[in-house]
Each structure stands twice: as C-alpha cells, then as structure tokens.
C-alpha cells in the first residue's frame, strides 16, 4: 500500500483513522469494528464490503492507533 493514500484514508461509516494490517490485506477501524478488504492493491472502502471483527481481534489491536501495523 502506498504511504501517502495511507495518510489520506479515513473509515467511510465515521472518518475515524484506520489501521493497515498488511498480512490480512485490510484496513480496521477500531471505531466501527469493521475491517476493509484490499483486492489487488485497491482498499474497498465501502461499509457493504467490510466485515465485523471480533471481540477477540479488536481486544488484540493495539491501544494506540499506528498508521501502518
């Protein structure tokens, strides 16, 4: 994922900052409990396309919101 999209990139749902989980190929947001998939280097950012994680995901994201993880 480029750096500078990164930066720019905001959950759709609240605007609240997302965290780039690169093994998964997804963006979180904490906020909403919702994970974005990437396909083929492209974030989906649409809250249809998202899935909810779980309690046990997000209680393992860390405290602090990093850009990239």
Request: aromatic share 4%.
């Given at each position: 994922?480029?750096?500078?999209?990164?930066?720019?990139?905001?959950?759709?749902?609240?605007?609240?900052?997302?965290?780039?989980?690169?093994e998964e190929q997804e963006l979180i947001c904490k906020a909403d409990r919702l994970?974005?998939?990437?396909?083929?280097?492209?974030?989906?950012?649409?809250?249809?396309?998202?899935?909810?994680?779980?309690?046990?995901?997000?209680?393992?994201?860390?405290?602090?919101?990093?850009?990239?993880?």
């Amino acid at each position: 994922m480029d750096k500078k999209l990164l930066e720019i990139l905001v959950c759709p749902v609240c605007k609240s900052d997302l965290i780039y989980k690169k093994e998964e190929q997804e963006l979180i947001c904490k906020a909403d409990r919702l994970a974005y998939p990437i396909r083929d280097g492209i974030p989906v950012m649409l809250e249809g396309e998202a899935r909810r994680i779980s309690l046990e995901e997000y209680d393992a994201l860390p405290k602090k919101t990093p850009l990239v993880e």
